[in-house]
């Protein structure tokens, strides 16, 4: 009956988490979407040769940020948005973790609820073993 019980409880819980999860994914993707559209407009700006010739990470995020104070919008006046696209990518990693913290969470209820599932059905078989033996 406790496993039961759990098990419900477990359940239960999940739609929410599932549904938590689903909400921090899609706006991940939306804030990955916008700092992507950022960072390759950036870089179209300001890379003179194929961004192929570039190797490391850092040194393209590195030269994204400082180019970013001097971006030029679709209006043609010169802005600054690197701050913009700073506050975007600690947003995405805040995002991020609470996005494995939920997975982790279900992941958790998950194996509860398949733990009480074989602790009824044990029970079951012992119940059919006590009633024909």
């Known amino acids: ?12 819980e999940a739609g929410p988490l599932y549904a938590e999860l689903e909400r921090v994914e899609n ?7 916008v700092v992507k ?3 390759t ?3 179209a ?18 030269f994204i940020i400082h180019c970013a104070e001097t971006f030029i919008n ?18 995405l990693m805040g995002l991020i973790s609470k996005r494995d913290a939920v997975a982790r969470r279900l992941r958790a209820l998950e194996s509860m609820a ?4 074989r602790i009824m059905n044990w029970a079951k078989h012992e119940a059919r073993l006590e009633r024909h033996g």
């Open 1 to 12: 009956a406790e496993a039961y019980r759990r098990q419900a409880i477990a359940i239960n």
């Open 27 to 33: 706006k991940i993707l939306r804030i990955e979407k």
């Open 37 to 39: 559209v950022y960072k």
């Open 41 to 43: 407009k950036v870089l």
């Open 45 to 62: 700006q300001n890379m003179p040769v194929p961004s192929s010739s570039t190797r490391n990470n850092d040194l393209v995020e590195a």
């Open 74 to 91: 679709a209006e043609g006046t010169t802005v600054d948005i690197s701050d913009k696209i700073l506050r975007l990518e600690a947003r």
């Open 114 to 117: 398949d733990k009480c599932d």
